[in-house]
DNA sequence: GCTCAATTGCAACCGGGTTGCGCCAGCCCG
DNA sequence: CGGGCTGGCGCAACCCGGTTGCAATTGAGC
């Protein structure tokens, strides 16, 4: 992976650039699915946990990446796609496998938004399916456990 | 509150009921919001709270109450409406006023259902709303403050 | 190179949730 | 009535993700 490129993305944001955030950064732009903290934390052993949650939390405040809450108890982290803003973005829909314990981000699928009664206002959404993801689903069939 | 029907409630699930156990549903009906362990220790402070968190472990297993997860970091439970099941109940939307941090059930409104790219099952779905309340919203231009 | 603010690592803490264990209550059976 | 068994309860301890205080280090700007 190209550092150029992640420099590129901490510096758009207005991070300030230091090499424990590049690595995080660059650990979740790799990862094809949301992370969470102790995730990142396997993956980069070297690197304190509070370094990287304060990392996080540096990139959460200037919209380089936004949480999700899967309710799993433990806080996903994924990059923010748009240039700028990404708090229409965050607003699509998750899946939960509880067969393998990912979470899915199902970019396509913008989270669906329903009429409040009156004098509620929103803020955000959250919309998280659970089920069986397809290769939990296809591992379940070939093993005739389905 | 009369006991009879909070013990009826609890035989017509099959979970054995207790002196604890009654004191436990009794403040979930009583509470006209979804309600955390934490909720229910302070309510009930004579309690200890491991044996709420088994009571409600008992109700959630016969379905008489169904937890949700609102992304605060803490469970809630609420009475299920139902006889019999409420798996399809369950899948209403909820919403969490991050003035006052309270969590409430929009019954009214059922969880919007997605398709899933192939191959994706579904259990669940998990609907929160995350915004200011009527209440907070009143409160809050009643003010000045919006 | 120097200074000062920001970042990092460490260790400790926090709070919600969970569990092991000994004790007690209630119930069935003789 | 008495004994034994099952299940519920309280206590204390533990787990784990998240968070913070603090001292050492880094690095950006001069």
Redesign the pocket.
């Known amino acids: 992976m190209d550092n150029r490129k992640i420099i590129e993305i901490l510096e758009r944001k207005g ?7 590049i690595l995080v950064m660059e650990a979740l732009t790799a990862a094809s699915r949301p992370m ?3 995730d990142l934390e396997t993956v980069l052993d ?10 996080l ?2 990139f959460e405040k200037h919209h380089a990446v936004h949480s999700i809450d899967d309710g799993t ?3 996903k982290y994924e990059v923010c796609e748009g240039e700028d803003e990404c708090t229409v973005s965050d607003m699509h829909a998750h899946f939960y496998c509880e067969k393998c314990h990912k979470t899915y981000c199902l970019k396509e699928i913008s989270a669906p938004v329903v009429d409040l009664p009156e004098g509620f206002e929103m803020n955000s959404v959250n919309y998280i399916v659970k089920g069986t993801c397809r290769e939990c689903g296809r591992r379940l069939s070939r093993d005739g456990l389905l």
Do not use: P, Q
């Not at 991070?15 to 955030?21: H, M």
């Not at 690197?47 to 990287?52: A, E, F, H, N, R």
């Open positions: 991070v300030r650039v230091t090499s424990i955030r969470s903290l102790s070297t690197v304190d946990k509070s370094s990287i949650f304060r990392s939390e540096a108890g433990s806080v």
